[in-house]
């Protein structure tokens, strides 16, 4: 049986192919033919003009035989003369007829001026300013040339004919055409031009009906390339743009719902999808018309930032996106759901070499922005906290050229004013000798062979002062390094190593993150107290479910977030939560250092409040301890200061 639909499309489509195909070549003709007229035209001018050009030539050889120049400059009636030589040549079509010279300061100048309009002529010696580099083309060849004026009214062609004929003198004979043929011509092609328009209005009214007829094939096809839960593009839709993308046009986000597992967890998997549809609805809202939003994986959305793209524009419009999702929690069921999420922006994809790659760059940026604490928007290339983010080939070569380096920041016992610890900080230097802090280019390598690289050169790093000035020292280790076989399996192998040293090392636990696995993660936290080494919680009051590592690791020392330290001058909840976790702590016998102490102040109500220990900028900037043969041992501002009441 014959299917009459399928059928009367390829019809359709046979057409239109035929229409299409026909209007093109009664275009490309009639344009091919009008190139040849002007082209030919233009020869005819050419010869014409050339011709002109010999014979004033010959004239002049015979008027002056030797420096034309010279004998100008100082004979008027000569002048006159050469002019109305010129003059017999200039008319309607052959509006200037001149003569120039190439000056021996550089500048071009007026020799003779026979130009049809006495008033336009130039004087002699007169400074000449040409606007086309065929000028200096003349007289670096010696050979005639043209040009084909666009910025002049009323003139179509400038020829220049090299005078020769005067070896020592450099003299252009030029000759401006007006549009009188130019205007001829088009009066000649004009009626093409109407059929062009009559038959372009034709083909219209035919493409309508055509296009009328296949609007449900077209309409059923986008169905395909729809995610039927958002109503946002899924990716089959990528594959079917992919061709078409042009990276030179666009830039490329990805984003991701902050935390949205622990939302299908909480609430389950039916007000999971209310949170994705509630958030493509704002991600619509927040974007432009022409950006294109395609559902890339489960709460994973692959912006498109198309046409007009800048800095500025994309910073705006992924700023919004972020308050949009945020600014309102989304509401199911008789329940508000705060709901965030990270961002990755690369905004030079053509930079990539396929669009694959684009995306890739764009999902490092959104890693970036989740490992740097959610809710935030990571740009490629752009500032972030006013410093620039390294890239991963950047850090790769910093590490294999030994450009990463391990400082040290002091930490004060603040009750005998001794500095008893210090902090292992890692610094990349760049070849200009710029350096970059951990936030800058930790989050570009997390998982990465070059990120348990750098893990074991900061171990060893410590080890070295340890070593060598016999003082504590702590380092940074994430939730997620505890998960990573690899580092885990070289941290015990190294504390095994250093054995009779381990009990000087402090593993302090930044909390990226929340912990996925919490058996396996006291489990492994066990194995390393067995090694004697010591635990602490690091920035405690600003991240997640602090009050629970406090009962399943029980640390040796708790690190309090500088944003707290920072307040309690000024903020009495600030004394308040600093009090609370102070008393907590002697309660369980830990050790708190405080972070952030910037000023005298702060370090005198540490000491009122019962702080053990001090840790910032007051007490000491991170110093490069390799380079010296003491450390510092005491804090050196104030004698008294710790004797103070």
Same mark, same amino acid.
């Given at each position: 049986?014959?299917?009459?639909?399928?059928?009367?499309?390829?019809?359709?489509?046979?057409?239109?192919?035929?229409?299409?195909?026909?209007?093109?070549?009664?275009?490309?003709?009639?344009?091919?033919?009008?190139?040849?007229?002007?082209?030919?035209? *233009?020869?005819?001018?050419?010869?014409?003009?050339?011709?002109?050009?010999?014979?004033?030539?010959?004239?002049?050889?015979?008027?002056?035989?030797?420096?034309?120049?010279?004998?100008?400059?100082?004979?008027?009636?000569?002048?006159?003369?050469?002019?109305?030589?010129?003059?017999?040549?200039?008319?309607?079509?052959?509006?200037?007829?001149?003569?120039?010279?190439?000056?021996?300061?550089?500048?071009?100048?007026?020799?003779?001026?026979?130009?049809?309009?006495?008033?336009?002529?130039?004087?002699?010696?007169?400074?000449?300013?040409?606007?086309?580099?065929?000028?200096?083309?003349?007289?670096?060849?010696?050979?005639?040339?043209?040009?084909?004026?666009?910025?002049?009214?009323?003139?179509?062609?400038?020829?220049?004919?090299?005078?020769?004929?005067?070896?020592?003198?450099?003299?252009?004979?030029?000759?401006?055409?007006?549009?009188?043929?130019?205007?001829?011509?088009?009066?000649?092609?004009?009626?093409?031009?109407?059929?062009?328009?009559?038959?372009?209005?034709?083909?219209?009214?035919?493409?309508?009906?055509?296009?009328?007829?296949?609007?449900?094939?077209?309409?059923?096809?986008?169905?395909?390339?729809?995610?039927?839960?958002?109503?946002?593009?899924?990716?089959?839709?990528?594959?079917?743009?992919?061709?078409?993308?042009?990276?030179?046009?666009?830039?490329?986000?990805?984003?991701?719902?902050?935390?949205?597992?622990?939302?299908?967890?909480?609430?389950?998997?039916?007000?999971?999808?209310?949170?994705?549809?509630?958030?493509?609805?704002?991600?619509?809202?927040?974007?432009?018309?022409?950006?294109?939003?395609?559902?890339?994986?489960?709460?994973?959305?692959?912006?498109?930032?198309?046409?007009?793209?800048?800095?500025?524009?994309?910073?705006?419009?992924?700023?919004?996106?972020?308050?949009?999702?945020?600014?309102?929690?989304?509401?199911?069921?008789?329940?508000?759901?705060?709901?965030?999420?990270?961002?990755?922006?690369?905004?030079?994809?053509?930079?990539?070499?396929?669009?694959?790659?684009?995306?890739?760059?764009?999902?490092?940026?959104?890693?970036?922005?989740?490992?740097?604490?959610?809710?935030?928007?990571?740009?490629?290339?752009?500032?972030?906290?006013?410093?620039?983010?390294?890239?991963?080939?950047?850090?790769?070569?910093?590490?294999?050229?030994?450009?990463?380096?391990?400082?040290?920041?002091?930490?004060?016992?603040?009750?005998?004013?001794?500095?008893?610890?210090?902090?292992?900080?890692?610094?990349? *230097?760049?070849?200009?000798?710029? *350096?970059?802090?951990?936030?800058?280019?930790?989050?570009?390598?997390?998982?990465?062979?070059?990120?348990?690289?750098?893990?074991?050169?900061?171990?060893?790093?410590?080890?070295?002062?340890?070593?060598?000035?016999?003082?504590?020292?702590?380092?940074?280790?994430?939730?997620?390094?505890?998960?990573?076989?690899?580092?885990?399996?070289?941290?015990?192998?190294?504390?095994?190593?250093?054995?009779?040293?381990?009990?000087?090392?402090?593993?302090?636990?930044?909390?990226?993150?929340?912990?996925?696995?919490?058996?396996?993660?006291?489990?492994?936290?066990?194995?390393?107290?067995?090694?004697?080494?010591?635990?602490?919680?690091?920035?405690?009051?600003?991240?997640?479910?602090?009050?629970?590592?406090?009962?399943?690791?029980?640390?040796?020392?708790?690190?309090?977030?500088?944003?707290?330290?920072?307040?309690?001058?000024?903020?009495?909840?600030?004394?308040?939560?600093?009090?609370?976790?102070?008393?907590?702590?002697?309660?369980?016998?830990?050790?708190?250092?405080?972070?952030?102490?910037?000023?005298?102040?702060?370090?005198?109500?540490?000491?009122?409040?019962?702080?053990?220990?001090?840790?910032?900028?007051?007490?000491?900037?991170?110093?490069?301890?390799?380079?010296?043969?003491? *450390?510092?041992?005491?804090?050196?501002?104030?004698?008294?200061?710790?004797?103070?009441?």
């Amino acid at each position: 049986m014959i299917n009459f639909k399928n059928l009367m499309i390829k019809l359709y489509l046979m057409l239109l192919i035929v229409i299409i195909v026909g209007v093109v070549a009664l275009y490309v003709t009639s344009d091919t033919t009008l190139k040849n007229e002007k082209k030919e035209i *233009i020869n005819i001018e050419k010869v014409h003009v050339y011709n002109f050009a010999v014979n004033i030539e010959k004239r002049l050889k015979k008027l002056i035989p030797n420096d034309i120049i010279l004998s100008l400059r100082h004979n008027k009636p000569l002048r006159e003369h050469i002019n109305a030589l010129l003059s017999l040549f200039s008319n309607d079509q052959y509006r200037y007829v001149y003569l120039i010279y190439l000056g021996k300061k550089g500048s071009y100048r007026y020799l003779a001026d026979g130009s049809k309009d006495i008033n336009e002529r130039g004087e002699f010696n007169q400074k000449f300013n040409p606007l086309s580099p065929i000028w200096s083309k003349a007289i670096k060849y010696q050979k005639p040339q043209y040009t084909i004026q666009k910025n002049i009214k009323d003139l179509w062609i400038t020829y220049l004919y090299p005078i020769t004929k005067y070896k020592n003198n450099k003299i252009i004979l030029a000759f401006d055409i007006s549009m009188h043929e130019y205007k001829t011509l088009m009066h000649i092609v004009r009626p093409i031009h109407k059929l062009l328009i009559v038959i372009s209005i034709i083909l219209f009214m035919v493409l309508l009906f055509i296009f009328f007829q296949t609007y449900i094939y077209f309409k059923q096809r986008k169905k395909s390339n729809i995610d039927i839960l958002t109503h946002l593009y899924n990716r089959n839709y990528l594959e079917e743009i992919r061709k078409d993308l042009d990276l030179n046009k666009c830039a490329i986000a990805i984003a991701d719902i902050d935390h949205f597992k622990r939302i299908n967890d909480t609430y389950g998997h039916e007000v999971g999808d209310i949170v994705l549809e509630s958030v493509s609805k704002r991600l619509i809202s927040a974007t432009r018309t022409f950006d294109t939003i395609i559902r890339y994986g489960g709460e994973e959305f692959l912006i498109i930032f198309n046409r007009q793209i800048n800095s500025k524009i994309i910073k705006d419009i992924s700023q919004r996106i972020l308050n949009t999702i945020s600014e309102q929690p989304i509401r199911v069921k008789d329940r508000n759901i705060q709901v965030t999420i990270s961002m990755g922006v690369n905004p030079t994809p053509y930079k990539n070499r396929t669009l694959d790659d684009a995306i890739a760059s764009a999902d490092k940026m959104l890693y970036a922005a989740k490992t740097g604490g959610r809710n935030r928007v990571v740009i490629l290339n752009e500032k972030i906290d006013t410093k620039h983010i390294l890239l991963l080939q950047e850090i790769t070569s910093a590490i294999e050229e030994k450009r990463l380096q391990a400082f040290f920041q002091p930490i004060l016992d603040i009750k005998s004013g001794k500095i008893t610890k210090y902090e292992a900080l890692s610094r990349i *230097i760049d070849k200009d000798g710029k *350096i970059f802090s951990p936030a800058q280019f930790l989050p570009m390598i997390k998982r990465t062979n070059s990120y348990r690289l750098l893990t074991k050169i900061m171990l060893t790093e410590a080890f070295k002062i340890i070593k060598t000035h016999d003082v504590s020292v702590s380092v940074n280790f994430d939730i997620g390094d505890f998960f990573d076989d690899t580092i885990f399996e070289m941290v015990t192998d190294m504390l095994k190593e250093n054995l009779q040293y381990s009990s000087m090392l402090t593993i302090e636990i930044l909390e990226d993150m929340s912990i996925s696995d919490i058996d396996k993660f006291v489990k492994r936290i066990n194995i390393l107290r067995q090694l004697h080494i010591k635990i602490a919680i690091d920035d405690f009051g600003s991240g997640y479910s602090s009050f629970n590592y406090l009962l399943n690791i029980k640390p040796d020392i708790l690190k309090i977030d500088g944003s707290i330290i920072s307040k309690i001058s000024t903020d009495e909840n600030a004394r308040t939560i600093l009090k609370s976790i102070v008393s907590i702590c002697k309660s369980l016998e830990i050790c708190t250092i405080a972070e952030f102490v910037e000023n005298k102040k702060v370090l005198r109500m540490l000491q009122f409040y019962q702080v053990d220990m001090a840790q910032g900028f007051f007490v000491g900037k991170p110093l490069n301890l390799h380079t010296r043969k003491t *450390i510092p041992r005491f804090l050196f501002f104030d004698s008294a200061l710790l004797r103070a009441g």
